[in-house]
């Protein structure tokens, strides 16, 4: 038997020997071989290159001989050939499965021709990328006519008045592609970005009933993601991600025209604009489409030369060079540094700032881009040539990587046998070889990339000069007479523990075992670090909190130079860990939030409700909703950095005690609405969406309602949350997917998997503890509760306690409708008449108890105050107000407006039933201990003060008690 691999390197050969059996267990069949350019020695190079192609040529082999029929592999692969290819698989769909079938089916042919060619480098790049892209508008387009016709059947045609005639016409959706898709530059494993658009709004006509054009589109576009998306036996033919849309996940699927343009023009970011650079459409009516892309061209071009686009593309560099760090992504050719993103940075920079005036400029594909800027004099020819030959480089090695397994990654192989087959296909003789290539080619990008859009800490760097004398005494190489001298005379206060604290960490076995470049780096970090420290009043404490941060990154050391190439970032650190050892711990527990000191404006300055759901949705956009663990991860790291630039911003003064408490629970509302997204896109993916009564797929129709400090928006640092979670579909239908299942289970599913993403302990630390034992009938209960449920058993079985916890709560993520009618009820059962004196014993009663199990016992009490639970603290305040609220709401529906204590006083205040002075009193009480548990928390110390502190608000409190719930 000859040996076609023989001429493989050794390891490929191998493993082509291995195989070869059982890929052609009766020999090469004869229609492989009929083309002239086949050998068995190509097909065995083929093979050893791809176990994408060994798999479909050994397990669809019928597939490969229609495919090496209808056209040579040996020939291009253009766009009218892979039309007419999908017009053969289109013949045989007469059913929706049909449709997902002929898809996958269609997919697996498309993809081995693609990959063969473009593995054996019988395809350049162009040809690789342009197919990738044609092929995948062929799907979207061909999968989108057949699914537009059928809702059509079933719901009418919508129809809206044309803006230019006026006369009602039949409306069609159009898809935008975004990304690599719309610059016709795809992977040939890759996920493909889509937004949904129509003309017009209106109502369609000639169906079984009328829909809303939204309604209508949004289902359509829910069937075509699910043709694309959804994986059978068959497999899949595209992820689809539709989280570039106006408002992320939780948006419209589709949008009107006008919707769009007023999103961009009203509300459009920085990065949406770099998003839109792309954008084309990909399918659906072509003509409708080039009206909405004129609409949007304003705000992706403007007419003056724009350079603030530089200091967004900087941000969002700063966004994924914190990613890189954080999963260790070095050896990502997309996100490390030097990889394609920045050289796409570069180029898309170019395009934002001078878009507008050099017309030139506002095409899609990068290597049109690039010539374009040579042309215009922007960058000299010696760097575009150098971008040039990177990006095919590193994009033919993109595609290297992805064909091994048609699969999308940017990660360099880490096994020998991968990484000789890279080697092979990129034509080099060994991975070394290959790897010295890269190495020269990333230099130069992130050279260039430095040049044109360099951060300010990147251009100032460097490292202050400061005395000899810092270096001797980490090193200790001076007496300790001499050190001690040296530490009291630059501020330290205790610098014989300060130089214990040093030769604790010099002399441990981490410290000892380090490789030459790390200890190198420290021994350049400490010196500077102890100078730093004389900035703060307590060097020789700060010192030591900061040296819990000092052992977490001693193996990291990318955190060493980061630190050691900002002054600013040294000394936000050594200011903050002085201040407060909580914020010395979080930094400890999660170095990578060091990022957020780089930039000490938006360190002080959080960011509203609206701005963090940009920033999460910015985060998360290069995060499958699929890959679970790394939502979950990223989550977290938000979650950690936004708390720490609240607890900045409330040490430096900036925040007071009521914004600091709204930031902190927008925090929790933006996650947990994300949060809710994951879990539902999850879910759907497995069992479809729930269906409504009228057979409707449900948007969500569910609801998480927060109560305690979360509803009372008077969140704190390590506060858990208080949920209740709720549903409006019907519990008696089921999902519309492949696997349906109940409704009702549907939900509990969901509410299981929210709880799970919220409360397990990752490598991060946990997101939030989840306390649910406010739902009806607590742990026994429901975990997802329908909203008819919910009102059942607040009307019939809610004891007092309940009543007064509604009095806290309200809506905080989820489905908008489902929230509106958790608020109805709420307002309906507060807004009930009470027997005011039982109430006030029920209440005074359950405060009794809570007293006497969570207060400072008797014995103790001249010694200790516990603010919260003792008499005359905060739930004195708490309980007084929710009798209030329940006593009189029946009289003045409109308190029923604010869940939180403060609101809650004021308006009590305002109807009559306190007095001003009272509310003001109460209010006033209330902030003060509050402001104290804040800033507590901050110093890692707990809610019990000295016995005597407080006299005057708890001497007031307790008056206020015996005056409305005693007397």
């Not at 040996?3 to 291995?18: G, N, R, T």
């Not at 007419?303 to 969002?316: G, H, Q, T």
Request: proline content about 4%; aromatic content about 8%; some cysteine.
């Amino acid at each position: 038997m000859s040996e076609p691999w023989s001429a493989l390197p050794s390891l490929i050969a191998d493993d082509v020997s291995s195989c070869w059996g059982s890929v052609f267990p009766d020999g090469v069949p004869d229609w492989l071989m009929a083309d002239e350019r086949f050998s068995e020695q190509t097909i065995a190079d083929a093979i050893g290159r791809s176990l994408f192609i060994r798999q479909t040529l050994e397990r669809h082999p019928e597939q490969v001989q229609e495919l090496v029929a209808s056209r040579s592999l040996a020939e291009p692969t253009t766009k009218t050939y892979l039309a007419e290819r999908w017009q053969e698989f289109r013949s045989g769909v007469s059913t929706e499965p049909d449709l997902h079938k002929a898809l996958r089916q269609f997919r697996r042919e498309a993809q081995f021709r693609i990959i063969w060619r473009d593995l054996l480098r019988w395809a350049d790049l162009r040809e690789t990328m342009g197919s990738a892209s044609a092929f995948a508008d062929i799907c979207i387009d061909g999968a989108l006519a057949w699914l537009y016709q059928d809702a059509c059947e079933q719901f009418g045609t919508p129809y809206g008045t044309d803006s230019v005639s006026g006369d009602d016409v039949p409306q069609p959706l159009v898809v935008l592609g975004m990304g690599k898709l719309g610059g016709h530059e795809l992977n040939v494993s890759s996920d493909i970005d889509l937004i949904f658009a129509f003309p017009e709004k209106g109502e369609t006509r000639g169906g079984r009933r009328s829909l809303d054009n939204q309604q209508f589109f949004i289902r359509l576009g829910q069937r075509l993601i699910q043709a694309l998306d959804q994986i059978t036996a068959d497999g899949f033919v595209f992820r689809v991600d539709m989280r570039l849309r106006p408002y992320g996940q939780s948006g419209a699927l589709a949008l009107s025209f006008s919707a769009l343009e007023t999103y961009y023009q009203d509300q459009g970011r920085d990065w949406e604009r770099y998003a839109m650079v792309k954008a084309r459409v990909v399918a659906g009516d072509q003509a409708a489409g080039e009206v909405l892309m004129e609409t949007l061209r304003p705000f992706v071009y403007r007419k003056y030369i724009d350079f603030s686009a530089f200091e967004s593309l900087r941000s969002m560099k700063a966004m994924i060079g914190r990613e890189v760090r954080r999963k260790g992504l070095e050896n990502n050719i997309k996100l490390g540094s030097g990889g394609i993103r920045e050289i796409e940075f570069v180029v898309q920079a170019f395009q934002l700032i001078r878009g507008g005036r050099d017309r030139e400029l506002q095409q899609r594909e990068l290597l049109v881009i690039l010539g374009e800027l040579e042309a215009l004099e922007l960058l000299p020819p010696d760097v575009v040539s150098e971008l040039r030959e990177a990006y095919v480089f590193l994009r033919n090695l993109e595609h290297a990587l992805q064909g091994i397994e048609d699969k999308q990654t940017q990660t360099l192989p880490e096994d020998a046998l991968n990484r000789a087959r890279v080697a092979s296909i990129m034509g080099f003789p060994d991975w070394e070889a290959c790897l010295k290539e890269l190495e020269g080619h990333r230099e130069r990008v992130a050279a260039h990339f430095a040049n044109i859009i360099a951060t300010e800490e990147e251009e100032v760097g460097g490292e202050a000069d400061f005395a000899e004398e810092w270096h001797e005494i980490w090193l200790a190489e001076t007496d300790a007479e001499s050190s001690r001298t040296w530490l009291s005379s630059q501020g330290y206060e205790d610098p014989e523990g300060s130089l214990q604290a040093l030769a604790d960490l010099r002399d441990s076995r981490t410290v000892e075992t380090l490789q030459t470049q790390g200890r190198k780096r420290l021994n350049q970090f400490m010196p500077v670090l102890l100078e730093a420290l004389t900035q703060v009043d307590n060097p020789s404490e700060t010192l030591v909190r900061v040296l819990q941060l000092v052992n977490a990154i001693l193996r990291r050391t990318a955190y060493m130079v980061l630190l050691l190439e900002n002054p600013g970032a040294r000394t936000q650190l050594v200011g903050l860990c002085s201040e407060s050892p909580w914020i010395a711990r979080q930094l400890a527990e999660t170095p990578l939030l060091l990022d957020e000191l780089l930039n000490a404006e938006s360190l002080y300055s959080p960011p509203a409700k609206e701005e963090l759901q940009d920033d999460l949705r910015q985060q998360m956009l290069r995060i499958p909703f699929e890959d679970l663990e790394e939502q979950m991860e990223s989550l977290r790291h938000f979650k950690k950095a936004h708390i720490l630039r609240v607890a900045a911003s409330e040490l430096k003064g900036t925040l007071p005690l009521m914004k600091v408490s709204d930031y902190l629970t927008w925090i929790a509302e933006v996650v947990l609405d994300h949060v809710v997204d994951v879990a539902f896109a999850n879910l759907v993916s497995r069992h479809g969406y729930p269906r409504r009564e009228d057979g409707s797929a449900c948007e969500t129709d569910f609801g998480i309602i927060g109560y305690g400090k979360l509803g009372g928006i008077e969140l704190g640092y390590t506060s858990d949350l208080d949920l209740v979670f709720i549903h409006n579909a019907d519990p008696e239908l089921s999902t519309d997917g492949d696997k349906p299942i109940d409704n009702a289970v549907f939900y509990t599913r969901l509410g299981q998997r929210i709880v799970h993403i919220l409360s397990t302990q990752t490598p991060s630390g946990q997101l939030y503890e989840v306390d649910m034992r406010l739902r009806p009938s607590g742990n026994s209960g429901l975990l997802v509760t329908t909203l008819r449920a919910f009102e059942k058993y607040q009307r019939n079985d809610a004891w007092t306690w309940e009543h007064q916890a509604l009095a806290r709560a309200r809506g905080v993520a989820g489905c908008a409708d489902a929230l509106r009618a958790f608020e109805d009820i709420r307002h309906a059962i507060l807004c009930e008449p009470r027997d005011r004196q039982a109430l006030r014993q029920a209440v005074v009663d359950m405060r009794e108890k809570m007293r006497s199990s969570l207060g400072t016992p008797e014995n103790r009490r001249s010694e200790t105050f516990h603010i919260k639970h003792d008499a005359g603290g905060i739930v004195d305040i708490e309980f007084l107000v929710q009798y209030l609220m329940l006593a009189w709401c029946s009289e003045y529906p409109e308190l029923t407006q604010w869940s939180d204590n403060i609101r809650q006083m004021e308006a009590l205040g305002q109807v009559g039933v306190l007095s001003t002075d009272d509310a003001e009193g109460l209010r006033e009480a209330f902030i003060t201990l509050r402001s104290t548990i804040h800033r507590r928390a901050l110093q890692n110390l707990n809610s019990q003060v000295s016995g005597d502190a407080f006299p005057d608000e708890r001497h007031y409190i307790q008056s206020m008690w015996k005056k409305v719930m005693i007397d």
